[in-house]
């Protein structure tokens, strides 16, 4: 199973709404990311994930709120957001973070509308 | 982390090949060179990777030269099915940052 599964696939929420968003894994991979992605932009890093740690938060709003429950799970919980956060969230995963090969495999994404 | 930059776009026709060279100048002994492809409202998906000289698998090669500032991704004989973003990105060994560049928007044409 080469597969990252990504919920829901669309979510539309109010600014005062707090929503998570899910990942899941089952590759055994010790990795796990968020990113975000804009129209006709490239992925942003927000989080980064090894061994269930939280190892890079690249300056991201407390509005955003990682949690890796175990090794196959990433949720991405979101409170009071802007309509500016309205982007594709995709999660990947690897084997390892901070190695030269690093294929990362990448869910589908959550097209996230913030009104 | 080493900064790419790559060409905004290229068109191509359907059964040629197609280089798209990447510009690394920073790169640094450690990191590894590596490309994906993007279609719209999908997650990116690896190509491929490589550190130096040419690296190939069944969908790409991967040319480097000796200096290391530069790199090509070849697709051979692309289809329609090929038109996508195509991203390179300099992977630090030791860091856990993913930069992805700007990437070049490849439009295949019958």
């Known amino acids: 199973d080469t597969e990252v599964t990504q919920t829901p696939k669309h979510l539309v929420m109010g600014m005062t709404n707090k929503k998570s968003l899910k990942c899941e894994q089952h590759m055994g991979h010790r990795a796990m990311y968020w990113y975000k992605q804009k129209a006709k932009k490239p992925p942003e890093l927000m989080f980064v994930?090894?061994?269930?740690?939280?190892?890079i938060n690249e300056s991201v709003p407390s509005r955003f709120s990682p949690e890796c429950p175990n090794s196959s799970l990433l949720n991405l919980h979101l409170h009071a957001l802007q309509p500016e956060d309205s982007a594709l969230y995709l999660c990947?995963?690897?084997?390892?973070?901070?190695?030269?090969?690093?294929?990362?495999?990448f869910g589908p994404g959550t097209r996230l509308t913030v009104l | 982390l080493a900064k790419t930059t790559q060409p905004i776009s290229m068109d191509s026709y359907e059964g040629q090949e197609v280089n798209i060279t990447c510009s690394h100048n920073n790169i640094a002994t450690n990191d590894y060179i590596t490309w994906y492809q993007q279609f719209p409202s999908q997650g990116p998906r690896f190509i491929i990777q490589?550190?130096?000289t040419k690296v190939t698998n069944e969908v790409a090669s991967l040319f480097i030269p000796a200096d290391r500032k530069s790199s090509t991704l070849s697709l051979p004989r692309v289809s329609l099915s090929d038109t996508a973003v195509y991203y390179c990105?300099?992977?630090?060994?030791?860091?856990?940052?993913?930069?992805f560049g700007a990437g070049t928007r490849l439009f295949v044409k019958a």
């Open positions: 490589g550190y130096k």
């Open positions: 990947a995963s690897s084997q390892l973070a901070g190695v030269g090969y690093n294929e990362q495999f």
């Open positions: 990105l300099v992977v630090n060994t030791g860091g856990f940052k993913t930069i």
């Open positions: 994930y090894s061994y269930e740690k939280l190892s």
